[in-house]
T-cell receptor
């Protein structure tokens, strides 16, 4: 059974810092990996999606990397801002068959960026 | 923009009541999903559907059922609500097919069972 772990559980940084969020998964047979953002009391917003054949994806100040063989992904946020404060979730997608489309989520990292 | 809407943001029900949570997506997506989110446990998949009238159990289907009579609508049913079903419920949809699609989430329904 796939298990996804995110470290750290919470992170508080001053504005302007570069930071790294970590995600690890136990079964390397994945279709893709996604990073989501969740604001308090809200749904999830997809930030980046990395296919299993890719090594990284970038969007603005965000960069996500994937090392499938070691079961790890990192989300790098450059020049953090207070508006980046949210919970960040990583999720891996199972391969096809009856598990088609199924995501397994980590428990998230709560990020606080203070001015 | 893809829009996924859920019928209620907050809901309070009594133990034993039958509860319906409705989810509607407006982008003709093939796949729809129901998750619950609990502190310390994260998001867990309850049920998903990859076509009209088709459904698959997720990781925690016990105590729940689903209905998908139309492509755009996916309903989660609690046949007899219990206090351990107090949670945040999130619906999602995805286009399906290519394998490169992401899931789009609704705003969530916070259900309290008294």
């Amino acid at each position: 059974k796939q298990e996804v772990t995110q470290i750290p559980a919470a992170l508080s940084v001053p504005e302007g810092e570069n930071l790294v969020l970590n995600c690890s998964f136990t079964d390397s047979a994945i279709y893709n990996l996604q990073w989501f953002r969740q604001d308090p009391g809200k749904g999830l917003t997809s930030l980046l999606l990395i296919q299993s054949s890719q090594r990284e994806q970038t969007s603005g100040r965000l960069n996500a990397s994937l090392d499938k063989s070691s079961g790890r992904s990192t989300l790098y946020i450059a020049a953090s801002q207070p508006g980046d404060s949210a919970t960040y979730l990583c999720a891996v997608r199972a391969p096809g068959g009856t598990s088609y489309g199924k995501l397994t989520f980590g428990q998230g990292t709560i990020l606080t960026v203070h001015p | 923009d893809v829009k996924v809407t859920q019928s209620s943001r907050y809901l309070v029900k009594r133990t034993g009541e039958k509860v319906f949570l409705e989810c509607v997506q407006d982008m003709d997506h093939e796949n729809m999903f129901w998750y619950r989110q609990d502190p310390g446990l994260g998001l867990r998949l309850i049920y998903f559907s990859y076509d009209v009238k088709m459904k698959e159990k997720g990781d925690i289907p016990e105590g729940y059922s689903v209905s998908r009579e139309k492509k755009e609508r996916f309903s989660l049913i609690l046949e007899s609500a219990s206090t351990n079903q107090t949670s945040m419920y999130l619906c999602a949809s995805s286009p399906g097919g290519s394998g490169k699609d992401t899931q789009y989430f609704g705003p969530g329904t916070r259900l309290t069972v008294l």
